[in-house]
């Protein structure tokens, strides 16, 4: 059975602090790995990981994966409180199959 | 402008009634997702389409039922068999045209169903 396990379930910084999500993944027939944003309603695409390594950056966020040890991370600098958001990485299998993990919940106190 | 939409936001319903939820995109995509996400869960897969007339069970399935008849349609049917039917249902859809494999879920606001 596909796992994903996100860390820490929540999080409450101030606003420029810099915080660090982790996803770390068991997957049958790994393809890349995802990251979304859900503030109220729908969860917002924020990156896609293929590769092992390379950084994907947008902004304030960044992302990286890495294969061997089969994990993410997604860094979060200078933080706002429109951070405040559940933050979901879902692995994804073969068929496109998506495990989504429970999310990690990061509150941003001005 | 392009997008999912989810119709109603919030519904009401007493149990042992049948309930549908719809889902409406107008991104041209060909394949659609339900999935339920309840408070502190992830997100779980009910049914998926690839194509039209065609869908497949997710994780999830019991209780539910689906059609596409549709391209842009793909409603969801909570069924009186559904033993915890309140969550926040979300659907979602995606391209599998050239370079699909890499494209990420377009997510619509989703639907709280509310069962009592």
């Known amino acids: 059975e596909d796992k994903v396990v996100q860390s820490p379930l929540s999080l409450v910084v101030h606003e420029g602090d810099t915080v660090t999500l982790n996803c770390s993944y068991e997957?049958?027939?790994?393809?890349?790995l995802l990251w979304y944003k859900q503030e109220k309603k729908a969860p917002t695409f924020l990156f896609m990981l293929t590769s092992s390594g390379i950084e994907k950056k947008s902004g304030r966020l960044s992302s990286i994966l890495d294969k061997k040890e089969l994990f993410s991370i997604l860094n979060i600098t200078a933080t706002q409180t429109g951070d405040s958001a559940i933050y979901l990485c879902?692995?994804?299998?073969?068929?496109?199959?998506?495990?989504f993990g429970k999310g990690t919940l990061l509150t941003v106190n001005p | 402008d392009g997008g999912i939409t989810q119709s109603p936001k919030y519904l009401f319903r007493k149990e042992g009634q049948n309930v549908t939820l719809s889902c409406e995109q107008n991104?041209?995509?060909?394949?659609m997702y339900w999935y339920r996400q309840d408070p502190g869960q992830g997100l779980r897969l009910i049914y998926y389409s690839q194509i039209v007339n065609d869908f497949q069970k997710g994780d999830i399935a019991e209780g539910y039922s689906v059609s596409r008849e549709k391209k842009e349609s793909f409603p969801l049917t909570v069924t009186s068999a559904q033993k915890n039917p309140t969550a926040f249902y979300l659907c979602?859809?995606?391209?599998?045209?050239?370079?699909?494999?890499?494209?990420?879920?377009?997510f619509g606001n989703g639907t709280r169903l509310t069962v009592t």
């Open positions: 979602a859809s995606r391209t599998t045209g050239q370079g699909g494999n890499n494209s990420p879920l377009h």
């Open positions: 997957v049958t027939n790994f393809r890349s």
């Open positions: 879902a692995p994804r299998g073969s068929n496109y199959k998506l495990t």
């Open positions: 991104l041209n995509h060909d394949a």
